[in-house]
């Protein structure tokens, strides 16, 4: 390897950095303006931009220069924090000052708890509170009336409002307002302290002509919603509104209202002879729960000038989307629409489109945009994401439940090997003020600079360059998702830092259900023929090769001799994969036996697993809720909102497709998180098994050893040897945690304090700890594993080849009701354990020397024989 030259010459600065300045996307005419910046830390963003608060709790950059053409400068942005994953809370823990800066960058102020005491029922100053709420009320209702008159309307008050003012029920006989406002159309109680549902109903329903009424936020309002609500509309068959939702009597009132034409200073009459909608260009009727749209107010006649209509968040359940459709279209000047997609209008925004050629937006969007680029979720007026928390929470756990808003990733790699897992970081203040657009006039990208010319000397920024012209006083933005379109799911990406529609998503995860639910097992045929031994007729040894140390010692029968020539071998038993190139290159035939199976991907590879699964079984209870992120995110999104509406838990593990050895696995409840963990690799998101069984207060799962000698027949065995594996730490599900890999994993043969539990003590301990019948759980645990092999012998008959045989570890996890979970299939077993430790048989009694546990293994593929093992 060529010794690393220090980087003194831009020269040397593009041989070292050539391939990241290429990555980085960023232009040749900026590479020297960096090469300088990096050689004397050049920080200049200030004098070019500034940062300002925006809605609260967000900032953004704005150029304070006069003008920045394209491609003209390139900034540094310094990393505030770089971290691993496992690292981060320990971090903020422990390093002064970090947890404060990152609080403060992401805009994670105190909550303030200072709130206003209760007020009692105590006199003060001889006056009780009761009292001297009735005499508010009463002040107020007089102003009503005076300003009325002075109004010159004789005291007729049409619109009344007494709005949190503690009125309970005594206060509201006492007014009787029915009397002093006999012709009201509108009438709000809000945020009172209402209660008895005969005393609200008899004082409301007095007045004959009210069109909308407000109970919202009153106890009454919370304990006998439905109760109240039918005898309020039977006794007012006029009222149009009710708690701020469209009655089925609903009209040219209610639809004033929500134009802007009937307010509190034109409340309207009762009889209307002109036609108030006529003028009305725009309309929110969003979220009224409005069930029918075919109404003879809502028409074009009425509604000429309507160019803007919001139907958002209601159900019009009792029109087809035909009907709608037809409706919207005889509205001559609708220009702008919105609705939920996909909703009672229809599937997709590209559907509602071609019924209503005539729009020009929809949810925000132009259409023509939509056409172009098929979008899925369609909306411009997405929310951001803001950080939540609770006022318990410490600043530690508001940044790690924050962060994922902020973070960017990379992961490094030299000429031997690519690092397992990624580096997280969060870039300094002016980096980090850089909001989202679909259309950025900002790059950015990490930079790696060695000024030693070696990862060793590393030092990582990000670096920042306008990619339009920009102009004073422009916020400068960039794309969180650049280089990512439709085709790798954006729209449902966005979700990590945005509000997207929930019903898309929940439409989406609906129909992945109602699939799973249609699905069933196709039985593979089954043949009465069993596989044949491989003796050789002259009873001479069979020649294995392996690249595995365990069999190579221990694999002592005589019936099998060891060759170091792959060529020579009758048996290929290797821990690489075998593909055509592979066999070119060793001299391996296809007359030669292989410990592999053709597809078994369809098994081993995490995504392909659940596939098969579901493909074949649907959703077993066995098998936790699985997304492939990569083709399913909508889907698990849904499920997310599902859950999240429906209160249930909400805690997922994240898995690579082929990764062991649980690494860069990782468990969290974060939307954010889980959307944002793409970055790192494909992977899959599985349900997590919040309350598993426990092994004296430890989480564990346990590893079984399946040999198939055949796939078409399917034959199947189990190994009368299999292991638990143990967590270090008690159980919890604490979100402190979640970073800990020995409260939550249980493999630590690699990393972590590694401790053996004998098989046959773990099971006695086990029947004691919780009385239960360890062969009861046996039984079930074999049904399961039989249905997985079953179901890649039905979806992946290809997998079957006369000349495999192997053997796979299966993963299972109990949950606390002892109900196998299936966790994962793995090729080539590492098999360590069972080589190392006797153990004593928990089906058919007596004592495995692990010595011979190859010797069982072999025996059992290739001469049928079952000792230690048990058919499937």
């Not at 039985?523 to 044949?532: A, R």
């Not at 360590?832 to 190859?854: L, N, P």
Request: proline share 4%; with cysteine.
């Amino acid at each position: 390897m060529a010794v690393a030259k220090r980087v003194e010459t831009y020269e040397d600065f593009v041989k070292v950095h050539g391939l990241l300045l290429t990555a980085s996307g960023l232009p040749q005419s900026l590479h020297y303006q960096l090469f300088r910046k990096l050689s004397s830390d050049t920080f200049d963003g200030g004098a070019h931009f500034r940062i300002e608060t925006c809605d609260g709790r967000q900032r953004r950059l704005v150029l304070t220069s006069d003008f920045m053409p394209k491609d003209s400068h390139v900034f540094l942005v310094d990393h505030a924090w770089t971290f691993r994953l496992s690292d981060a809370y320990q971090q903020l823990r422990e390093v002064q000052g970090l947890a404060e800066r990152m609080a403060a960058l992401m805009c994670l102020d105190d909550i303030d708890s200072n709130s206003d005491p209760e007020e009692t029922n105590e006199s003060v100053d001889g006056v009780s509170h009761r009292t001297g709420t009735e005499l508010r009320v009463a002040e107020l209702v007089e102003n009503e009336i005076n300003t009325a008159k002075e109004n010159g309307k004789d005291g007729a008050v049409l619109w009344l409002e007494l709005e949190e003012l503690d009125i309970d029920d005594d206060t509201l006989l006492s007014l009787d307002l029915s009397s002093r406002f006999p012709g009201l159309l509108a009438l709000s109680l809000c945020g009172n302290k209402l209660e008895n549902m005969e005393i609200v109903s008899q004082e409301v329903t007095k007045f004959g002509n009210l069109r909308a009424l407000w109970l919202n936020n009153n106890p009454v309002v919370d304990n006998c919603e439905e109760q109240l609500a039918d005898m309020v509309l039977q006794r007012l068959p006029n009222l149009e509104i009710y708690n701020s939702r469209f009655t089925a009597n609903f009209g040219e009132w209610a639809l004033g209202f929500c134009g802007g034409v009937y307010v509190k200073d034109n409340p309207g009459r009762v009889h209307q002879v002109d036609r108030p909608l006529e003028s009305v260009a725009s309309l929110d009727l969003s979220n009224r729960c409005i069930h029918s749209l075919i109404n003879k107010a809502f028409s074009a006649v009425e509604l000429p000038s309507l160019s803007y209509l919001n139907l958002r968040g209601n159900p019009l359940e009792l029109n087809s989307g035909g009907d709608l459709l037809e409706v919207l279209k005889g509205f001559p000047s609708l220009q702008s629409l919105e609705v939920d997609i996909p909703g009672p209008l229809g599937e997709t925004a590209i559907q509602i489109l071609e019924s209503l050629p005539e729009l020009s937006e929809l949810n925000g969007v132009n259409a023509s945009k939509i056409l172009e680029t098929g979008k899925h979720v369609i909306d411009s007026m997405l929310r951001p994401r803001l950080p939540e928390w609770t006022a318990e929470e410490t600043l530690a756990d508001r940044i790690i439940n924050a962060m994922w808003l902020y973070l960017m990733t990379y992961r490094l790699a030299d000429e031997e090997k690519i690092d397992e897992t990624s580096v997280w970081y969060v870039m300094d203040e002016l980096g980090s003020a850089l909001r989202h657009s679909d259309e950025p006039n900002f790059m950015v990208a990490p930079f790696l600079f060695m000024p030693e010319g070696n990862l060793a000397s590393a030092v990582s920024f990000s670096i920042l360059w306008p990619t339009q012209n920009v102009q004073k006083g422009d916020e400068c933005t960039r794309d969180f998702l650049f280089g990512i379109g439709e085709d790798k799911q954006r729209s449902a990406r966005l979700s990590a830092w945005f509000h997207t529609p929930q019903n898309y998503f929940i439409h989406e995860y609906e129909k992945h259900c109602q699939k799973l639910r249609l699905r069933s097992l196709i039985s593979p045929s089954i043949q009465s023929s069993s596989t044949s031994s491989i003796h050789r007729i002259d009873e001479s040894a069979l020649c294995v090769y392996t690249d595995i140390p365990q069999v190579e010692e221990l694999l002592t029968r005589p019936e099998f001799v060891i060759t170091s020539e792959p060529k020579d071998a009758d048996i290929i038993w290797t821990s690489m994969q075998v593909d055509e190139d592979v066999k070119k290159a060793a001299g391996i035939t296809d007359q030669q036996f292989i410990n592999q199976f053709p597809f078994e991907a369809c098994l081993v590879m995490k995504h392909h697993l659940a596939e098969t699964i579901q493909k074949a079984h649907g959703s077993p209870e066995w098998l936790q809720p699985t997304y492939n992120l990569e083709t399913h995110l909508a889907q698990l999104i849904g499920d997310y909102y599902v859950r999240s509406r429906d209160g249930l838990n909400n805690l997922w593990i994240l898995k690579p497709w082929n990764m062991a050895r649980t690494i860069d696995t990782t468990v969290t409840d974060n939307l954010s998180a889980i959307i944002r963990l793409m970055e790192t690799g494909p992977k899959i998101c599985q349900k997590y098994i919040e309350h598993p069984a426990l092994f004296n207060g430890k989480k564990f799962d346990i590893r079984y050893i399946v040999l198939v000698r055949s796939m078409n027949p399917l034959e199947l065995f189990l190994s009368d040897v299999f292991w638990v594996r143990l967590a270090n730490n008690p159980y919890s599900l604490d979100k402190h945690s979640f970073f800990e890999y020995e409260t939550h994993f249980t493999v630590m043969n690699y990393r972590g304090r590694f401790s053996h539990k004998n098989t046959r003590e773990f099971v006695t301990e086990f029947e004691q700890e919780h009385k239960v019948k360890w062969l009861e759980i046996h039984l079930r645990i074999r049904k399961m594993i039989r249905s997985v092999f079953e179901a890649a012998a039905a979806v992946h008959p290809e997998m079957h080849s006369p000349r495999s045989r192997a053997i796979y570890g299966v993963d299972v996890m109990l949950d606390s009701s002892f109900q196998p979970k299936l966790l994962e299939v793995t090729y080539c077993p590492d098999c360590t354990r069972a080589c190392k430790y006797d153990t004593e048989s928990m089906v058919g009694g007596g004592v495995i020397k692990g010595q011979d546990f190859f010797n069982d293994v072999f025996g059992c593929l290739f001469l049928n024989e079952t000792t230690h093992v048990n058919p499937l």
